[in-house]
């Protein structure tokens, strides 16, 4: 069973910058994509970015040009830079796998400051 493990969140002022991790660990088959989503309060989750292990990424337009998604293969890592964030960033962002199986992480919480 692959279990998901995020961590880099936290509370920034408007206009900072974050670097989200995603460590995928247990018994790993296969990963084809590793994608980030956000959630926030009152809101559907909606995806923010994906990567392919061929390395294609896909954006979702609000993060175009601010966020960049990137995974170490070797490790199960996926990171998500975000770079002038915005007030409305703010929400849980959740990892997610997808491959022999779909995992999900638990979450962690971004907040940004206006």
Do not use: H
């Not at 390395?55 to 979702?60: E, K, Q, S």
């Amino acid at each position: 069973q692959v279990q998901l493990v995020e961590s880099g969140g936290g509370l920034v002022q408007s206009g900072g910058s974050l670097r989200l991790s995603c460590v995928a660990s247990g018994i790993i088959f296969r990963i084809d994509v590793m994608k980030w989503y956000r959630q926030a309060p009152g809101k559907e989750r909606e995806l923010v970015a994906s990567i392919t292990n061929g390395g294609t990424t896909n954006y979702a337009d609000p993060v175009k040009g601010r966020f960049t998604i990137t995974r170490d293969s070797a490790t199960n890592t996926v990171y998500l830079q975000m770079k002038s964030l915005k007030p409305e960033d703010t929400a849980l962002y959740y990892c997610r796998t997808i491959g022999v199986r779909d995992t999900w992480g638990q979450g962690i919480q971004v907040t940004v400051s206006s």
